[in-house]
């Protein structure tokens, strides 16, 4: 453009940047005509003007005219810039300056193209508004009315110490140096995302299925409380199941079934308590078993007197769960 006499020492700053904006996106072949007054639209649908506008407020609050930028008259044997009258959204002119052949980018327009989640601007419109909206809440805990939810989303980003990446799909990769606010973040563009957030907690959330394979010994150690909740059926197949429990509570509105013997047996004592109590076999007690039933309801006990000849043989007692206790001292 100095060569060509476009510009010269007293060129503004303003105009300079409004010129040298064009001529990145267009190419210099649109300055000759930018000058004259004329407009060029790029496979974007972007005229000349426009990046000049653009361009020329970034040195200046002052507004722009197509006047301010043809101030300069172009020499005479200005060559002719390279066609781009025929440029539209949907016919790309890839002779004219830095266009898209595809015309796909830039997919955003009138603000910077830094990553918003590095900028930590327009924020709704970016997958953090799209996790919140969609978090886990009010899960069920087994034996009570407690419940627990997905924790809120950790962003907290400034710019500069956001590293964000955001793939031509939809993945998303963030790694977030923010004082206080510090997080590992990688997400797939189904939803499914990993997050470590500044205290070293992490959520995982799969929106499809969830594979886990180990091919040698696995371990689990939980310090605190771990809690479990499944919507559909759960099943646990294994040769040998050991379990070490101080105190069990089962809350079922089904039967336990097993397919085979069952055995309980208890080193010390083993105890049922429950309001009615049934018991029924096909075929009869043998001789050195015993069955010992406590209960606190009077009419459980009498119920038990249609079982006489076992209470008189000792092959079943039965007693008041209050008496037991007072015969211990």
Known sequence: MLN???????TTAQVLAGLLGAAHN???????????????????????????DKCYASVTNDGVTTNTVSQYDPPADEPKPLPSEDST?????????????EGKYPNIFDESDINRLARGQNIDKTIVDIKEKERKKGVPIALGDKSWSQPSIQYAAQYPFNHAYTSESGHVMEFDDTPKAER????????????????GNQVNKIVGHGVEIIERDGYISIKGNGHINIEG??????????????NLNIKTEKTIWHTDSFEV???KSFSVEAETISLKASGLLAPTDNVKVLTSCPACLQGLSRFGDDL??????ADYMWLKWLRKF
């Open 4 to 10: 060509k006499n476009q510009i010269n020492s007293s």
């Open 26 to 52: 267009q190419g210099t072949g649109c300055i000759a005509k930018l000058l004259r007054g004329e407009t060029t639209v790029d496979g974007n649908g972007f005229s000349a003007q426009k990046y000049y």
């Open 89 to 101: 959204p949907n016919n790309t002119n890839k002779n004219v300056g830095f266009v898209d052949p």
């Open 184 to 199: 590992v973040h990688l997400y797939h563009r189904s939803g499914t995302f990993i997050e470590l957030d500044q205290g």
């Open 233 to 246: 059926s759960f099943t646990l197949h294994t040769p040998n199941a050991h379990l070490e429990i101080s």
């Open 265 to 267: 047996k208890a080193a």
């Open 312 to 317: 008189q043989s000792g092959l079943l007692e």
